[in-house]
T-cell receptor, first 115, second 113 residues
Framework: GAGVSQTPSNKVTEKGKYVELRCDPI?????LYWYRQSLGQGPEFLIY????????DSGLPNDRFFAVRPEGSVSTLKIQRTERGDSAVYLC?????????????FGQGTRLTVV | GDSVTQMEGPVTLSEEAFLTINCTYT??????LFWYVQYPGEGLQLLLK?????DKGSNKGFEATYRKETTSFHLEKGSVQVSDSAVYFC????????????FGTGTRLTIIP
């Protein structure tokens, strides 16, 4: 596809369950970012990958959150023992490389609702 | 740490009115500054950017000037259209080799015909 693709677009899960959110970046983009956007707020940084490695995971709120990018392309954000406070839109973005001023392209997000 | 403070919304204007959305920032070093826009039902899109002091970013009739002395990056448009209705986010990167964005809370703009 031409843009960043995120699946599913919506996910409803019960408190305590495990969820996986998937991001397909633009082909050839080596940098990948996850953000979380709560209602009425701007996106907040979670984690940044350069290639396969997590270069900065300082935004992950706690150890229930984990993300992988095993082949340097698709990334999965994993949330264990979900809580109602995890409800938000999870955004993925990719950019061509780490160099300064490279534009980040965003997906449409996955809306996660924990009931 | 880095932060962005944006004019609170919602903002409602008539078509052809002049638009200003205020944005100020706090950052270490020399950040790059951005305005992103989110149209209804769509993902975030880059609207414009400026990478150093006194630079002016422009796109689709929107402009913003990087003012280091006032740490501001206000968004302006001389004559808004109904199609400009969207949520606008001011953002920065700290340019320390990691292009993670720090966003403001967003300003919802509605243009009335």
């Amino acid at each position: 596809g031409a843009g960043v693709s995120q699946t599913p677009s919506n996910k409803v899960t019960e408190k305590g369950k495990y969820v996986e959110l998937r991001c397909d970046p633009i082909s050839g983009h080596t940098a990948l970012y996850w953000y979380r956007q709560s209602l009425g707020q701007g996106p907040e940084f979670l984690i940044y990958f350069q290639g396969t490695g997590a270069a900065d995971d300082s935004g992950l709120p706690n150890d229930r959150f984990f993300a992988v990018r095993p082949e340097g392309s698709v990334s999965t954000l994993k949330i264990q023992r979900t809580e109602r406070g995890d409800s938000a839109v999870y955004l993925c973005a990719s950019s061509l490389h780490q160099a300064m001023n490279t534009e980040a392209f965003f997906g449409q997000g996955t809306r996660l609702t924990v009931v | 740490g880095d932060s962005v403070t944006q004019m609170e919304g919602p903002v409602t204007l008539s078509e052809e009115a002049f638009l200003t959305i205020n944005c100020t920032y706090t950052a270490t070093g020399y950040p790059s500054l951005f305005w992103y826009v989110q149209y209804p039902g769509e993902g975030l899109q880059l609207l414009l950017k400026a990478t150093k002091a006194d630079d002016k970013g422009s796109n689709k009739g929107f402009e913003a000037t990087y003012r280091k002395e006032t740490t501001s990056f206000h968004l302006e448009k001389g004559s808004v259209q109904v199609s400009d209705s969207a949520v606008y986010f001011c953002a920065l990167t700290s340019n320390f080799g990691n292009e993670k964005l720090t966003f403001g809370t967003g300003t919802r703009l509605t243009i009335i015909p």
